[in-house]
């Protein structure tokens, strides 16, 4: 029985690796779990019981694209949010999460030839959906530094014409997983720029958008709107996981000019898999709430500070941008995590298992991964183990 080669040189998926890497030793002391980015803070109280008053809806099938209700809430709080107005019948779709939509719009708008075989930009290192996305329409992943040298963020403008022309996706996450790097407004209209000379599209990862310091992360389709570009031009994703700390609930959006919607939707109604109704009807009601959204950024603000504290005076360790992960340069990431769990008790992720190498050089590899998710006084105590343990 053959199997297809285009999945053939994926690497082992991080955490499977993470646990090969770790779990053959013993924890150095009480495990503190900072290797995976999954939202502690508490959910708003009252969804539980939207649910309920709705748990009859579980017996029907639900409206593919969500409720007119659910995409009018998203709408308004694109409006809210970025100062964009959206025809929530033509320009807005929800999603079972965004690593749905960033798959399934590949699939959905890549087309099949541009120049030859389509390239796929992504920076390095990324969300891995982004890579299994591009081998999954048949096209070339290109793997675009995303170092301190580049601020974090991928220099696509460097790249030679060749690529350029070939190119029919550019994936950004802004605020970038994992660095917290923030796309300014300058960034993206250099970018969008780039992308209406070589005609591609952009595809905007914003799920972690409303976990900042100070100011708000600029958007990118705010910043095409007020460029006059294409509507067509970018593709946004958002999601209630990490703003509203509900990756169970499975809810998010892609939005972006109606002619991507109509084929994302197509698409959708023979493979995708809607959001159960009393979920949508949550969903609707926490994208338009703004009240625990603020009140969990500001857990998330005094952690920002702590970490500051934690790591004072030591060369790139400060909290980021945005975001919720630490980014810490270290010797090597694999060993470096290894040796704090032995040691301490404290998961921590290797960086060069969210990266590619790329002509012997992965940009991940002197860099681990952790997470502030946990409560204050458990973060505070991991931190300071690892940084006894990697940086004294």
Not at 25 to 45: L, T
Not at 57 to 76: I, K, R, S, V
Not at 196 to 212: G, Q
Request: aromatic fraction near 10%.
């Amino acid at each position: 029985m053959q199997f297809p080669q285009r999945f053939s040189n994926l690497p082992e998926y991080a955490f499977p690796r993470l646990r090969r890497l770790l779990d053959a030793h013993a924890p150095g002391g009480d495990v503190v779990h900072m290797s995976i980015g999954e939202p502690k803070h508490a959910f708003p109280a009252w969804i539980t019981d939207i649910i309920t008053q709705n748990a009859a809806g579980f017996g029907q099938y639900p409206p593919n694209d969500g409720t007119p209700e659910l995409l009018a809430a998203m709408a308004a709080w694109v409006e809210r949010r970025y100062g964009v107005t959206l025809d929530s019948e033509r320009e807005i779709m929800a999603l079972n999460g965004t690593r749905e939509g960033l798959f399934n719009s590949a699939i959905a708008l890549c087309p099949e030839e541009k120049r030859g075989r389509p390239v796929v930009l992504t920076p390095n290192p990324f969300y891995q959906v982004y890579a299994v996305a591009a081998l999954a329409v048949g096209a070339e992943p290109v793997y675009v530094p995303a170092t301190a040298a580049t601020g974090f963020l991928p220099d696509y403008g460097a790249l030679p014409a060749e690529v350029l022309n070939r190119t029919a996706i550019a994936y950004v996450c802004s605020p970038a997983n994992p660095q917290g790097a923030v796309a300014d407004a300058a960034y993206w209209r250099a970018l969008i720029t780039l992308a209406e000379r070589y005609d591609f599209r952009i595809f905007a990862d914003e799920c972690y958008c409303e976990i900042y310091r100070d100011a708000a992360p600029v958007g990118a389709i705010e910043v095409a709107r007020a460029m006059g570009a294409d509507p067509e031009r970018v593709v946004i994703f958002h999601s209630l996981s990490k703003r509203s700390n509900l990756p169970g609930l499975r809810a998010g959006f892609v939005a972006s000019g109606p002619q991507n919607i109509d084929r994302l939707r197509q698409l959708r109604a023979y493979s995708g898999a809607p959001i159960p109704l009393p979920l949508q009807r949550a969903a609707e009601a926490v994208w338009n709430d703004e009240a625990h959204v603020t009140a969990s950024r500001a857990i998330y603000q005094t952690k920002f500070d702590i970490a500051d504290r934690v790591f004072a005076g030591i060369q790139g360790c400060g909290a980021p941008e945005a975001g919720f992960f630490l980014w810490l340069p270290v010797e090597d990431g694999e060993a470096a995590a290894l040796k704090i769990w032995r040691e301490t008790g404290v998961r921590v992720l290797p960086g060069a298992y969210l990266s590619r190498d790329v002509n012997g050089d992965n940009p991940g590899r002197g860099y681990i991964r952790v997470a502030l998710v946990a409560e204050q006084q458990e973060m505070q105590g991991g931190l300071e183990r690892l940084r006894d343990c990697i940086f004294t």
